[in-house]
């Protein structure tokens, strides 16, 4: 594995009252094995707008751990310009992305680019994005998405949003914000804890647990709104909300009943709690596999917690892991395949994924409190809670733990963190 160790400070606003302007800190502390090498020419065009662009496209493909950057500054290509494969290709490029930044039909402003095989001396497609000047590094991630597919066969996830919460001066804040952290935005700001927050499949609501009235409520949250309403207030705890892949159901954790079990709400409030485990011990932090069929949860019925699946209608329970005697928060991914989750070794808490074809396990991380694992829409990363230096700060680790990142906001703690899903 190449170590690197570079730092890019990227500037956000804490937007609720009081706050002052924060940093999140991008720290990249490994590397792909076989980086490809990619040259992206500098978007001609508009000057301020081109270099928006162009800085956002490299910075995503080098934060991904996967590209080598070839310098070229000073081209001046856009996506009609005749191209000099030998030259890219002598200059160690296998392949180059130009582009231009100007005006739509309607007065808009417009990204054109396309993307070249140096090596076959052939064009991999391209495509125009109609933008504006709010909007521009937007269409930079897309740009950047696009060139992630075609080079590496997986969908990208630069155009996508994480959600976390930050604890600072006695509030904690709900955020969310690009997935290399920029554009954070406040969406719900409260003087009690507010905790498990996750994604709807649709990327347009999020359900998340609120102490704001003295005891945890489930709510949903609509991003493009700011309404949100109570899906779960029962007598007692209300906790670890999950969506269905369909988007209609919460399974919750309620304690009405007396130890925590698991329930299937309706999304929108309506109906009363369907209960799906019926143990003598806790049963908490559900979780739908990605066909919906079943969820995979954690329990101490056997004595220590472990985490098990059943099917989504409740019964046929099988246990799940075995190595080590304490593994929590089950995730599994959007293919199907893998199985992140929490494992304490030698007193560690660390991040392990499951092949859930060979049942082998990994440990991905050397930290010692990880927490709240969430995986990438394209299962490639995994999003973290960890703590260094006795503060909370966000890490991603690819799903074969080589690449690793690691994200933190000066003003306070970071926790909670949830991955979107692709937009649609």
């Not at 301020?48 to 162009?54: D, E, F, L, M, P």
């Not at 007193?347 to 991380?365: C, E, K, N, P």
């Amino acid at each position: 594995m190449h170590r690197i160790s570079r730092r890019v400070f990227l500037a956000f606003a804490l937007l609720s009252s009081g706050f002052a302007q924060a940093q999140l800190s991008i720290e990249i502390t490994g590397a792909g094995a076989n980086r490809i090498p990619v040259a992206i020419a500098d978007f001609v065009g508009d000057g301020a707008a081109s270099r928006v662009v162009t800085a956002t496209v490299r910075s995503d493909l080098e934060r991904s751990g996967l590209f080598k950057l070839v310098d070229a500054t000073g081209s001046n290509l856009d996506e009609n310009s005749p191209i000099n494969h030998g030259d890219w290709k002598s200059r160690g490029a296998d392949a180059l992305a130009a582009g231009s930044i100007g005006r739509s039909p309607d007065g808009r402003m417009e990204a054109r680019f396309r993307l070249y095989d140096t090596q076959k001396a052939v064009s991999l497609g391209g495509a125009a994005y109609v933008t504006s000047n709010e909007q521009l590094r937007a269409a930079g991630h897309r740009i950047a998405d696009f060139i992630y597919e075609k080079l590496t066969g997986e969908k990208g996830i630069f155009s996508t949003r994480i959600a976390y919460v930050v604890k600072s001066r006695g509030q904690f804040l709900l955020q969310i914000a690009d997935a290399d952290g920029q554009g954070a935005a406040t969406a719900l700001t409260s003087t009690e804890p507010i905790i498990s927050p996750v994604w709807s499949p649709d990327g347009g609501r999020l359900a998340y647990v609120s102490f704001e009235k003295k005891k945890p409520i489930i709510y949903v949250h609509s991003i493009a709104s700011g309404q949100r309403h109570i899906v779960a207030n029962q007598k007692g705890s209300n906790s670890a909300p999950a969506w269905s892949p369909d988007g209609r159901k919460l399974a919750v954790v309620l304690s009405k009943d007396g130890n925590s079990q698991i329930y299937a709400v309706n999304a929108d409030g309506s109906g009363a709690p369907q209960r799906l485990t019926n143990s003598g011990g806790i049963d908490t932090e559900p979780r739908y596999s990605a066909d919906g069929g079943s969820i995979y949860f954690t329990s101490d019925r056997g004595g220590s917690p472990q985490i098990y699946r059943m099917s989504a209608g409740g019964g046929d329970v099988q246990r799940v892991t075995f190595e080590s005697n304490y593994n929590v928060s089950p995730r599994p991914s959007a293919d199907g395949k893998s199985l992140a989750f929490i494992s304490r070794r030698e007193g560690r808490f660390q991040l392990a994924v499951m092949d859930l074809a060979s049942r082998q396990v990994q440990i991905l991380t050397d930290s010692h409190k990880d927490e709240s694992p969430s995986f990438a829409p394209n299962s490639r990363m995994i999003l973290i809670a960890t703590e260094i230096g006795g503060r909370g700060v966000l890490s991603a680790v690819s799903s074969d733990g080589r690449i690793k990142q690691r994200l933190s906001v000066a003003a306070g703690d970071v926790r909670e963190p949830a991955w979107g899903p692709f937009l649609k």
